[in-house]
């Protein structure tokens, strides 16, 4: 039996390297992965991937997370598409992640450095980045709050 692991820290991996301006075509020559895998953990994020599927993609991050496409021989219409499509899915990219808790499946990333707070979704109001999920329910709460609070202002003006 194939030992497996968390897909958790492959998928944000890949995700965030597609952000980053790396083609699935690049990643499936670099990691020994198919290119149809490679779109499978990005898009369907499976639960567990094998470890040596892990290992792979981890060592090509490594390598890729902070080096240019466009330097690494990737034409810049291939980067260019890539960054469009995994910005349009909302991935994040390497930055939002520690390499300390990018493995952790209850890791959440960090655009603002204070996502999941109200803190967190004024700072994506404020540097024009779309609303992570975390952000989305912080603000939803403090949404409700301040709803929460109109209503007992007004009961209590017709008390
Ligand atoms: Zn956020």
């Not at 897909?7 to 390297?17: I, W």
């Not at 994040?92 to 808790?101: E, L, M, R």
């Amino acid at each position: 039996m194939t030992a497996r692991t968390s897909a958790a820290g492959s998928v944000r991996r890949l995700q965030g390297l597609a952000v980053a301006g790396w083609p699935v075509g690049r990643l499936a020559r670099e990691t020994g992965l198919t290119a149809y895998r490679i779109t499978q953990l990005v898009t369907a994020s499976p639960k567990t991937v094998t470890v040596d599927e892990a290992r792979a993609v981890a060592a090509v991050y490594v390598r890729y997370s902070g080096a240019s496409p466009g330097l690494c021989g990737v034409s810049h219409v291939h980067a260019r598409a890539a960054r469009d499509r995994a910005t349009a899915a909302g991935w994040a990219p390497p930055a939002a992640w520690d390499d300390d808790t990018i493995d952790d499946p209850a890791a959440i990333p960090q655009w603002t450095g204070h996502c999941g707070t109200s803190r967190g979704a004024n700072l994506h109001a404020r540097h024009g980045i779309p609303l992570c999920p975390p952000c989305q329910a912080a603000d939803e709460r403090r949404r409700l709050a301040r709803e929460a609070r109109a209503l007992r202002a007004l009961s209590t003006n017709h008390a």
